[in-house]
């Protein structure tokens, strides 16, 4: 970064962390200008949280289940959660009963403020979602995004976005009969898997590769991809604007 301040990067996980660690090594071997300020989980058996252990990279736990569980006993919302504020916002549950999107959102209240209270400390630039298995709704999004100009949350997906949202991207891939697989990096917003695309790596599907072949050629086009848009991210060269009604994602040219 021609001497500049490296941005920090803060990632979360939930499993085994492969995308984490492709990170990490992309950091290590000067590939990726970023500091890894801290990996997170929503539980404290994340494989990922060891590789982070191992590279000296602080970690936490947010516990998902535990705290889902304290709101069924009584326990209190943030006092800046707004039901009404976030249901509006949302579209993840479009066509839920009322009582079903309360109790979804206020749920995920009570994790995410705790998950923003833990990552203040390390003032991250940018939040880096590496197999993480949440969903994030406009409390948090909104929580993070605050005074910035860009999105400041950024997932990769097992599929050619927008085809194959949701949690099986290379299953659903796979049992459509498609010739092509790939991955996909994008901004978070209010939806699933439909914020603005950043970048994609597309792999052939061939007659002989059943899902676990489909899954291992998508995972290394993910190990070179997530690093690939970080770095983007790094070198200030993302902007997202506006065109015909849509947010899209536009590479500023390098120099």
């Known amino acids: 970064m021609d001497g500049k301040e490296k941005i920090k990067i803060g990632v979360l996980v939930s499993g085994g962390g492969s995308n984490l660690q492709a ?12 500091e890894i300020a801290c990996v997170g989980a929503d539980n ?35 006092d800046n959660f707004s039901l009404d504020d976030v249901a509006a916002k949302q579209s993840l549950l479009k066509d839920a009963h009322p009582d ?9 209240a009570l994790a995410e403020a705790d998950l923003l209270a833990k990552l203040v400390p390390y003032n991250i630039d940018l939040l880096v979602l590496a197999g993480f298995m949440r969903v994030f709704t406009p409390y948090f999004i909104d929580g993070l995004n605050a005074d910035s100009d860009i999105p400041r949350i950024m997932n990769i997906h097992p599929a050619l976005l927008p085809a194959f949202p949701g949690t099986d991207g290379y ?3 796979f049992r459509y009969g498609c010739k092509v697989g790939g991955c996909t990096v994008h ?69």
């Open 171 to 173: 299953g659903d891939t």
């Open 44 to 78: 404290p058996g994340a494989g990922g949280l060891a590789r982070a252990e191992k590279a000296g990279i602080p970690t936490f736990v947010t516990d998902y289940s535990t705290l889902f569980a304290s709101r069924k006993d009584g326990a209190p919302l943030p």
């Open 100 to 108: 079903t999107l309360k109790a979804f959102l206020e749920k995920r």
């Open 187 to 255: 901004f978070v917003d209010y939806g699933e898997d439909s914020g603005p695309i950043i970048g994609q790596h597309s792999f052939p599907i061939l007659p002989e590769d059943d899902l676990d072949a489909v899954k291992k050629k998508g995972l290394a086009e993910e190990w070179r991809l997530f690093p690939e848009c970080i770095q983007l991210y790094a070198e200030g060269r993302l902007t997202v604007v506006e065109r015909e009604g849509t947010r899209v994602v536009e590479i500023i040219k390098g120099s």
């Open 23 to 34: 990170i990490i090594d992309a950091v290590q071997v000067g590939a990726l200008d970023v």
